[in-house]
């Protein structure tokens, strides 16, 4: 059963930074890509970045210049360094690993951007 767990969620200020971390109980090479998801209150989940197995990433517009995705291949972690967050950034984070049309879920950090 593949396990992903996400930490460093938490209350930060407007213009602050957070960064994001997710471990994955197998492989990343395993997957075609892992990533970041976030739900907001009343809003459907949506993409903020993955990484797929080449490295290329993809980056929802609202995260493009501020969010960047990484992953340390040897821990099989998956980071998100979020910088100059705004209220509306505030969420709770899913990783997510995907094979073909499966996507694994973990069980979300929550994130919190007062104004």
């Known amino acids: 059963q593949v396990q992903l767990v996400e930490s460093g969620g938490g209350l930060v200020h407007a213009g602050g930074s957070l960064i994001l971390s997710c471990a994955v109980s197998?492989?990343?090479?395993?997957?075609?890509?892992v990533g970041w998801y976030r739900q907001a209150p009343g809003k459907e989940r949506g993409l903020v970045a993955v990484?797929?197995?080449?490295?290329?990433?993809n980056y929802a517009d609202s995260a493009k210049g501020r969010f960047t995705i990484s992953r340390d291949n040897a821990k099989n972690t998956v980071y998100l360094q979020m910088n100059s967050l705004k209220p509306e950034d505030t969420a709770i984070y899913y990783c997510?690993?995907?094979?073909?049309?499966?996507?694994?879920w973990g069980q979300g950090t929550q994130v919190t951007v007062s104004s």
């Open positions: 197998e492989n990343i090479f395993n997957f075609n890509d």
């Open positions: 990484v797929n197995v080449g490295g290329s990433t």
């Open positions: 997510t690993a995907r094979i073909l049309s499966r996507n694994y």
